[in-house]
């Protein structure tokens, strides 16, 4: 086995095993397998990967601490790169001033964008409309060809699109222009790392 098989062979089992603590194991065996295909194109060592995995599944542990989250938030943790991005509402200035002050504590974090409203959660069609927003414009990207979708992380809170990853400026131009003639964004935010 090569050394970037064995690589794959450790992240899946890292993966695996976060899947059987958290009781999830069919989808940490597809997100395994989902998560080595990326490796093959992701620009991030594969000591990132685990580590921004690590981070989103300890921000998590976190959150589910905080009664007005747990109770009444809506919050979505993504870490990219050992940079943490933050969505979604929360009911009162001071949880997202807790939240951004406990996740910039995590090892490993280089950096918190804390782009959280303070609202009511979002409700059930209003996520599934960021979640058609997400997959048309991921589809959108593979279908331009000139950008791998694997590099371009998509997330869509309230309609508005956060674009992360390690791209080029011809990649960031291309992805952002992508996101913003999707039908349904009213907003396009960047935070790309630049080659």
């Known amino acids: 086995m090569t050394t970037k098989g064995f690589g794959f062979f450790f992240l899946g ?18 997100s395994a397998a989902a998560t080595t295909v990326q490796v093959a194109h992701d620009r991030r060592t594969l000591g990132t990967l685990v580590d921004d995995k690590t981070i989103e599944i300890k921000a998590q542990s976190k959150l589910n601490k905080i009664p007005e989250v747990r109770d009444s ?12 991005l933050i969505t979604g509402q929360v009911p009162y200035d001071y949880v997202k001033d807790e939240i951004t002050n406990s996740l910039t504590a995590l090892p490993r974090v280089r950096r918190v964008f804390n782009e959280l409203s303070i609202a009511d959660s979002s409700n059930l069609k209003q996520r599934s409309i960021d979640s058609w927003i997400t997959t048309k414009i991921k589809s959108s990207l593979l ?7 694997t590099r371009v992380k998509v997330i869509t809170e309230n309609e508005v ?35």
Not at 13 to 30: E, F, H, K, N, Q
Not at 143 to 149: F, K, L, N, S, V
Request: proline content about 3%; hydrophobic content about 50%.
């Open 13 to 30: 089992m890292a993966l695996i095993i976060s899947g059987l603590v958290s009781g999830c194991v069919p989808l940490a065996a597809t």
């Open 73 to 84: 938030g809506h919050v979505v943790i993504t870490s990219y790169n050992n940079i943490v």
């Open 143 to 149: 279908a331009e060809g000139r950008i791998d979708p």
């Open 161 to 195: 699109v956060y674009l992360l990853g390690l791209v080029t400026l011809d990649e960031a131009e291309t992805a952002t222009m992508i996101a913003r003639q999707t039908n349904g964004v009213r907003e396009v935010i960047r935070a790309f790392e630049y080659l």
